[in-house]
């Protein structure tokens, strides 16, 4: 397609979005979901994050590197010697405060960002318009017709300097870009469905301590509904289970780490989160083999039962200390649970292996949550971007899954315990406890389940279930039959509120218009099409010539 056809068929193109700083037109065969502008809006967020630090770290090397050289200038004059480093890095680092990067300019010292699936490159486009410290913005998408619009989309916000549309398969332009010097700092992927096919080339095609960002759909095959498939795409067995959508975003992690690992590189999750219809993370990329080491010690099985949905982990490999900060790796033992659950008599299912180990950095949140608050003001989402990270905050790092305290009371047919209640009798007795993200009914604790038993055991005494509802040998019946080890106090506890809920944050999704579930999968351009069949019915024929030409010489030889 010429340059003048495709400004001829954008402009004819009447849908045009407002979203952020940017005004795009969408192909004919692209949807737009305004429920996703959370997640662009978060997005940008973050990668300012990185971006400032990215531009930080160079500033101080380069700091460094003059500091050096004036040391060697001054090697002759001891006073000298002891001077002039600390006045050039006072005023280099004092320059480098002065210095207010701006958003819409291009940098050679910035970033380089990859949008693999880019379709009108409304998210490339704010990308360059609303992220300080940008170098270059790659927007490529293999669809002829959403090349155009994104080539002028980028001229219509007057960011062709920055944004670069690529007309390439992803995993293939991935795979091109694993030389040190072609490699992304940052590359963002939200594909329709599964991003399994282009993790294998993301981790290799992005730079060291760089980011991926990666968005993941199929939220059925993650959450237990095919197991068979979550693990030939991800390589590990889903579970139906209350903690599904936490235990979705810990699969997704693993399967990430698994890739990096065969080229000695590895992960560090700075920020998960499942909302809405699916799961995203935000993962640094690092190599060295040392570290890889660790990665096995970072998974555990998971057995959850399915009776009264309890659940406990299986570490893979145990790492224990030994001398000169030297460590050893063991296979770890199991099961840790019995063949039959401890509590109601019922049977455990296993699933995993799963991300075990933190699935957020706190202090990296922190920092989002305050520039946030800052600044940012086009971010349209920023409430429930400040409420959503607070709750992070909150969590609990190193106790994976989570109860659902509806489902619990709804085991023991009893009346619902209160948010409070719970929280405060799990308090007074010395554990931890949070809310995920992932469920507003949620409860994340370092007690066992069995503690958490005895707590809802006191709770039916002063709330008691009718007897009709207990028949023999059901896991109600089985749970209650056993006297509690303790007596609760459900008097409220100074710390059972959590300072999210206080502040009154957007913690939760309102619905925000009817259906506003994902849209149906985008149709390839009447173009592509063409030139994919074109294709298809060129090999066609050159494979009836090939087999007519073997039978015509089948038949001489006869």
Avoid at 244 to 265: D, F, G, Q, T, V
Avoid at 495 to 503: F, I, L, Q
């Amino acid at each position: 397609m010429t340059e003048d056809a495709a400004a001829a068929t954008v402009e004819e193109s009447s849908r045009s979005v407002n979203e952020g700083k940017a005004k795009v037109l969408l192909p004919p065969n692209v949807f737009y979901n305004p429920v996703q502008e959370f997640n662009r809006d978060l997005t940008i967020a973050i990668v300012s994050q990185i971006a400032a630090e990215n531009w930080n770290k160079k500033q101080n090397k380069s700091t460094e590197t003059k500091a050096d050289n004036v040391n060697m200038q001054s090697s002759s004059d001891c006073d000298d010697l002891k001077g002039h480093p600390k006045a050039v890095d006072t005023e280099l680092e004092s320059g480098h405060d002065r210095v207010h990067l701006l958003s819409g300019k291009k940098y050679d010292d910035g970033i380089r960002i990859l949008e693999g699936l880019a379709a009108s490159g409304l998210r490339s486009v704010r990308f360059a318009l609303e992220i300080p410290g940008v170098k270059e913005v790659v927007a490529n998408d293999f669809d002829s017709v959403a090349y155009d619009f994104i080539k002028q989309n980028a001229q219509m916000n007057n960011v062709d300097n920055i944004v670069l549309p690529s007309f390439m398969d992803a995993a293939m332009l991935m795979y091109q870009s694993r030389r040190y010097g072609d490699r992304f700092d940052v590359i963002d992927l939200d594909p329709y469905g599964s991003p399994a096919i282009f993790l294998d080339a993301a981790v290799q095609s992005v730079s060291d301590g760089g980011m991926l960002c990666i968005t993941c759909t199929d939220m059925a095959v993650l959450c237990g509904n095919a197991t068979e498939t979550c693990h030939a795409k991800y390589g590990s067995t889903s579970l139906k289970a209350r903690f599904c959508h936490e235990m979705a975003l810990r699969i997704l992690l693993r399967s990430i780490e698994s890739r990096a690992n065969c080229y000695s590189r590895f992960i560090v999750p700075i920020l998960s989160i499942s909302v809405d219809f699916y799961c995203r993370v935000f993962v640094r990329v690092y190599t060295g083999q040392k570290k890889v080491k660790d990665s096995a010690s970072k998974l555990s099985l998971v057995y959850h039962c399915s009776s009264c949905g309890a659940f406990a982990l299986q570490p893979l490999v145990v790492k224990t200390a030994t001398r000169n900060d030297n460590f050893k790796y063991s296979v770890s033992t199991g099961p840790p649970v019995e063949s039959r659950c401890g509590s109601c008599n019922g049977r455990y299912t296993l699933g995993g292996p799963i991300w075990s180990a933190p699935i957020h950095s706190k202090s990296f949140v922190q920092k989002v949550i305050e520039s946030v608050e800052e600044g940012q003001s086009c971010l349209g989402t920023k409430q429930r971007i400040l409420g959503i990270l607070n709750v992070i905050c909150e969590e609990l790092e190193n106790e994976p899954l989570f109860y659902d305290t509806d489902h619990l009371c709804t085991v023991l047919h009893c009346s619902a315990i209160g948010f409070i209640p719970m929280r405060s009798a799990l308090l007074h007795r010395g554990y931890s406890v949070s809310l995920s993200h992932a469920n507003r009914k949620s409860l994340k604790t370092n007690a066992s389940s069995e503690v958490i038993w005895d707590v809802l055991r006191c709770w039916v005494k002063k709330n008691p279930v009718s007897s009709d509802r207990l028949q023999e040998g059901s896991a109600a019946a089985t749970i209650l039959s056993k006297e509690p080890s303790f007596e609760a106090d459900f008097s409220i506890h100074p710390d059972a509120n959590p300072p999210s809920r206080k502040r009154g944050l957007v913690r939760w999704q309102i619905n925000p218009e009817r259906d506003w579930g994902p849209k149906p999968r985008a149709a390839r351009s009447k173009e592509s099409v063409e030139a994919r069949k074109s294709a298809q019915d060129l090999k066609c024929q050159e494979r009836k010539a090939k087999r007519k030409a073997d039978s015509q010489v089948r038949w001489n030889f006869r």
